[in-house]
């Protein structure tokens, strides 16, 4: 791939940030520039080698850009895409980091009309319950999946660049259809996510249990570690993903709801069942 | 403490083991012996330092000893008491490390009609999602909690005994009523275990998913960590503390089905706070 130019990473958290690092350590552009509101975010993504420069200017940040990254809660992709319509030439690239993707695709239709051929919807899985440009790491995609849900438009040199782009930041690149990858990710991510979050303040508000994390050991920690991940985040990913995280809470409310018969009957053996199918699978499928 | 003569370990798995390992590094009786049916595990157990000897026979295992500690899954705490009952002297200190308490006492009072002055109900909160003696690890218990849940007989030199021996083993111990322990225990651990079971059962079901566990990520595996413990063990456990984890099944259904409302609603405060709630609780009380 030919070195690019500029290269604008808009919103410099981690996954932003880990991208803009990445991209910086290996020489990937001439210039790295974040667009954020946070000025002093911004003069740490800096000092941390994260970014060459910054700008508050959407129309300064995006200029002349080759490819530009968004890396923001999904509930301000549409009104960051509006505020840099103007200030986009035809050829640059448009690409994101948002955790669904119809929503995304859905809001790129409503700004620009219809969807621009250099826009390439994207998923990195990555990400560490810390937030935040000070936890960005240059080797945060290395070995990680990237996922790129294409729309009918998006020409094949913009998603052989992005594709490029992160296959060399380490990342194994798939493409996906933009529903299916809704539909695993609200399974397996977001999903897990809501779970450990309601768990928490399940047991937060149950007073009569008083102190009660004191009892809790490493099952806990490690059940709930996603619970500390960034409440904005997650907000906007059950409020731009819902149809199907209510699809698969359903499920899983019925799954609850079976076992629970099974407890209340103690159904010895169908319990040992669905517990050893359950070891077995992870023990299959997840190292450690 | 005076060192001990003889202790007798029923079950030697990986709490059982760790027990002995502990006290054998620390010199803290004369002999460890190990009881239970599969003599190859014994073997290993030796092999492994983990006990001196062994029997497979529980008059000979259990015939002089000052303390025998249970360690087997709660299912076979019933029929183990039974069986060691006739060979016990007066002075031999019982205790356990079931994860449910009220079962194990009830269990005491059936087989030995009132409940004996030297039995120590306990439950070392420590564990990892591997089981089985090559587990087994003398650090194991060091800065863990362990809860005594003595009965209204028992003696205070039999607690005493217990208590100081697993201090000496660099645990914190903490007497506690046996129904409050298994209410705690049902929301804070038996819960998650559950939950994650349900979880990893529910994708691995179903199949229009295609093979969706190569698209999780950290969260899922931390999350899920638990779902790789003994099938026999949680199904003993889900059995044997049915009613506090019913409770707490249906405290947690209906703090699901709260959530998949507000996502349907897309109630974007609520479920902001929802989440932040959980973060901040989580990041306040549990270390990363």
């Given at each position: 791939m030919k070195k690019l130019n500029k290269i604008t990473i808009v919103g410099v958290g981690l996954i932003g940030g880990s991208f803009a690092k990445a991209i910086k350590k290996l020489g990937l552009a001439e210039e790295v520039v974040g667009f954020g509101k946070n000025e002093s975010n911004l003069q740490t993504a800096i000092k941390l080698d994260v970014i060459d420069s910054y700008s508050t200017d959407i129309a300064e940040a995006v200029k002349g850009s080759d490819l530009v990254f968004l890396a923001v809660p999904l509930g301000v992709m549409k009104s960051v895409l509006n505020d840099m319509k103007p200030y986009l030439s035809e050829s640059t690239i448009i690409t994101d980091g948002g955790s669904a993707k119809s929503s995304v695709i859905l809001s790129a239709q409503e700004v620009f009309g219809e969807l621009p051929k250099n826009f390439v919807p994207g998923h990195p899985i990555a990400g560490k319950e810390k937030s935040g440009?000070?936890?960005?790491?240059?080797?945060?995609?290395?070995?990680h999946r990237v996922i790129l849900t294409p729309t009918a438009t998006t020409s094949k040199s913009a998603l052989n660049t992005v594709k490029q782009l992160w296959s060399l930041l380490g990342a194994n690149v798939e493409i996906m259809n933009p529903q299916r990858h809704d539909e695993i990710f609200a399974a397996t991510s977001h999903l897990p996510h809501l779970l450990a979050f309601t768990l928490v303040d399940m047991l937060n508000e149950?007073?009569?249990?008083?102190?009660?994390?004191?009892?809790?050991?490493g099952g806990f920690r490690d059940f709930t570690r996603i619970a500390s991940s960034d409440a904005i985040m997650w907000r906007d990913i059950a409020m731009y993903n819902s149809d199907a995280i209510v699809k698969w809470l359903k499920n899983y409310s019925a799954a609850i709801e079976n076992l629970t018969g099974l407890v209340e009957s103690k159904e010895s053996e169908t319990l040992y069942h669905l517990f050893n199918e359950a070891k077995k699978a992870r023990d299959k499928h997840i190292v450690n």
């Open positions: 440009v000070t936890a960005a790491d240059a080797d945060l995609y290395i070995d149950h007073e009569e249990l008083g102190d009660v994390f004191q009892y809790t050991a």
